[in-house]
């Protein structure tokens, strides 16, 4: 297997002392060394805590909203694009990560939600 050191990034997990540990190369190329990282759609950090997640998602959350706010869809629309879209970010593999999460990240991703809910099923 070819490994293309130019996406390669290296993280190491939990608290470590970074001047005992040897930079990682391959084939004479240094490898870059990350704190967080996206894989797969999660954001993970080294310290193994879900920040990082939490701020993806109510970005991706909030970019969503912005661009329903700009379309001018009827409310019908608008709750389809919510149920596609906005709530499969918001619980894409929450079974990883939603039991660990702390009352102020829970609370943060459910203020986005709300948000996003009072939005779309507001009066006409």
């Known amino acids: 297997m070819l490994i293309n050191c130019n996406k390669t990034k290296e993280m190491i997990l939990g608290e470590a002392n970074f001047g005992d540990i040897p930079h990682l190369q391959i084939d004479g190329n240094q490898i870059e060394h990350v704190s967080d ?24 959350i909030s970019s969503k909203l912005y661009f329903l706010k700009r379309a001018g869809l009827s409310t019908d ?24 999460l702390t009352s102020t990240l829970s609370d943060q991703l459910e203020s986005y939600q709300k948000s996003t809910a009072n939005y779309l099923w507001r009066p006409n």
């Open 37 to 60: 990282f996206n894989i797969i759609g999660l954001q993970l950090s080294d310290n193994l805590h879900w920040d990082c997640n939490v701020e993806f998602i109510c970005n991706k």
């Open 77 to 100: 629309h608008l709750k389809y694009f919510y149920v596609t879209v906005i709530r499969p970010i918001s619980e894409y593999a929450c079974t990883v990560w939603n039991h660990n």
